[in-house]
């Protein structure tokens, strides 16, 4: 039993730290999916009242877009449902990322190889698929190559949503 205030809210401090899940979005270029995926996930963690227990990023396997902004179109369709992406610019997954994060994942299949060899292989199997927590496993659709923004941010809400269902059940 604590003994003061100071004592409790420490204890509770360390309780908190001891349950965040720490997850990394990750797609070529950390411009499109990626961070739609964190974004996403993002507001749905808040509106759950679960922010406090996440810790959400995004990264690209590919030093393409190295901090470049989160692509326009993918921009308007996050504003497009209230939520903000302001201030962030892709950065590149790291060997070290699959130390710091609990789970990485990937917007497709081309990723998951990547992000594979990156990381070293995935020996703690933290690596995932996002679209593998839907009735659809698969690709979540690319829409720097489709211009589909539409599809795209329909595979990610519905990834993320299944993502939090599994999570926060187990």
Partial sequence: MPQN???ARNINTFKRFQVMTKILFICHGNICRSPMGEFVMKDLV??????????????ATSTEEIGCPV?????????EHGINCAGKTARQL???DYARYDLLVGMDRANIRNMN????GDPEGKIKLLLDYTD??????DP????DFNATWRDVLEGCQGFL?????K
């Fill in 117 to 120: 060899r990156i990381c070293g």
């Fill in 144 to 147: 720097w190559y489709t211009g």
């Fill in 46 to 59: 808040k509106k759950a009242g679960l922010e406090d227990q996440f810790q959400i990023a995004s990264a």
């Fill in 5 to 7: 205030t100071c004592e």
């Fill in 71 to 79: 692509y326009p179109p993918a921009r308007r369709k996050l504003a």
């Fill in 94 to 96: 790291t060997k070290a």
């Fill in 136 to 141: 659809r496993p698969g690709d979540v659709a």
């Fill in 165 to 169: 269902r599994s999570i926060t059940e």
